[in-house]
């Protein structure tokens, strides 16, 4: 099952509020000054189309949601998906979600990271480009507030395994914590776009949180 193509964004929809890029945030970081509010808040790292995003800020009112994606076409897209919605709890961030963390968020900020479906880079020489490295996962514990969640999931198993490794040798965090499969009850019943069609390809999806103490 290939990748479909974006549909073309409506050049009519304000995305202003929506969209915005890692050098538009505030330094430091003020929430306040984003979202006009403050609220419990959490990041997706790498936010493709948007369908998380969409889905957890309308099943959540109550929390604030950045989702940063580092190709302007998908981080367009998914804020032109929430401009639609009216969503005002979430907001596209475009550009380098390394540097979001690194740079621009304080500690004990976050109540969750979510990361869905991040590239495997397959050949072994590349796997030093996974976003699921030592150094990230030090600025996830950093940023994440005390019982703050690590969602992670993949169909590479090879890459679920050395990640769980990873945290177990190098976090504080509590886990993995299971998280059984939930039955789709509609067609995009589905955390993301990429595990809709694994699992329509009945392929097997890895799944864990962590927590820290």
């Known amino acids: 099952m290939g ?41 997706e790292m790498g936010s493709g189309k948007g369908l998380f995003l969409q889905n957890a800020a309308q099943a959540n009112p109550d929390h604030n949601f950045l989702g940063v994606e580092v190709s302007h076409k998908y981080a367009k897209f998914t804020a032109a998906r929430l401009a639609k919605r009216e969503l005002t709890n979430a907001i596209s961030v475009d550009g380098d979600g390394l540097r979001l963390f690194r740079e621009i968020l304080p500690g004990d900020s976050l109540s969750a990271v979510h990361v869905y479906f991040p590239d495997p880079w397959w050949k072994k020489r590349h796997h030093k480009r996974r976003v699921l490295n030592e150094s990230f996962l030090a600025d996830v ?28 040798e190098h976090t504080p965090l509590i886990g993995p914590i299971e998280v059984p499969e939930q039955a789709a009850l509609f067609d995009l019943d589905y955390r993301t776009h990429f595990e809709r069609r694994t699992r329509l390809n009945e392929e097997p999806v890895y799944r864990a949180q962590f927590a820290k103490p």
Do not use: I
């Not at 929809?13 to 419990?40: C, I, K, N, Q």
């Open 3 to 43: 990748r479909r193509a974006l549909r073309k964004v409506d050049p009519e929809l304000d995305l202003s509020y929506h969209l915005r890029t890692v050098d538009d945030l505030p330094l430091p970081w003020d929430e306040l000054a984003v979202f006009g509010r403050v609220a419990p808040l959490e990041v």
């Open 141 to 168: 514990v950093r940023t994440l507030k005390s019982q703050g969640r690590l969602h992670f999931w993949t169909d590479v198993k090879e890459y679920f395994d050395g990640t769980l490794e990873l945290l177990a």
